[in-house]
């Protein structure tokens, strides 16, 4: 199993840009999360969703949008970077019911 | 807002020594995890400890919660110079027997043991 991946690894983007974020898992989770990481704190969370055509807003969704079409699948899209954009994107899955969160390896984005 | 408070925010020691880190929280919770990231990976799960349990062990990891003082601490015993990393303890509100999958993590602790 690869576990979580997520694509693309690096990023630049200029404000006012869109791009989508791609996270996939093939553990066949129900679960699956967004966060993002800025430097010395926590991962902060911004989308869920606990199965396919189910999905939350998080602490900080502003800026962001997501779908679940599939098990595999929780795109995370930026409509119009901005700078207050830039950081470290992790995404999760889990099978719920106290299971532990696996994460991908994250994707380092900077707005310009 | 950050749930979790993590306590110290680093911590710097030899190896073989103890290492022990403190994460408070607000709210009720139906269970706490400990993560462990090393400088720019990904995070790595290490226990979980449920609100109905007092105490949790694995391997060289100790993990108690106290759940009237909304606290949880994580020792690492005999430590090694690999055990370096940022070490972030999450909480999770979900009702009843069922996570969500929606974790509130704290600022995360920087532990750096020293060969």
């Known amino acids: 199993n690869a576990g979580v991946t997520q694509t693309p690894k690096f990023q630049v983007l200029k404000t006012g840009q869109s791009m989508t974020l791609q996270c996939a898992q093939d553990m066949n989770h129900e679960y699956m999360s967004w966060y993002r990481q800025d430097p010395g704190m926590g991962l902060r969370l911004i989308h869920y969703?606990?199965?396919?055509?189910?999905?939350d807003q998080g602490e900080v969704p502003n800026g962001y949008n997501v779908s679940r079409s599939t098990t595999e699948d929780f795109p995370l899209r930026l409509l119009s970077a901005a700078p207050s954009q830039t950081s470290v994107y992790f995404c999760a899955s889990s099978r719920g019911d106290y299971n532990e969160q696996f994460f991908g390896p994250g994707t380092r984005l900077t707005v310009l | 807002s950050q749930q979790g408070e993590e306590d110290p925010q680093a911590l710097s020691i030899q190896e073989g020594e103890n290492a022990t880190m403190n994460c408070s929280y607000k709210t009720s919770i139906n269970n706490l995890q400990w993560y462990r990231q090393n400088s720019g990976r990904g995070l790595v799960h290490l226990i979980l400890?449920?609100?109905?349990?007092r105490e949790k062990h694995s391997g060289r990891l100790r993990v108690t919660l106290d759940t009237s003082k909304k606290s949880s601490s994580l020792l690492i015993t005999a430590s090694r110079a690999a055990d370096t990393a940022s070490y972030f303890c999450a909480t999770d509100e979900g009702a009843g027997g069922t996570s969500y999958g929606k974790l509130t993590f704290g600022q995360g602790t920087i532990l750096t043991v020293h060969p």
């Open positions: 400890i449920r609100s109905n349990e």
């Open positions: 969703s606990v199965g396919a055509g189910i999905t």
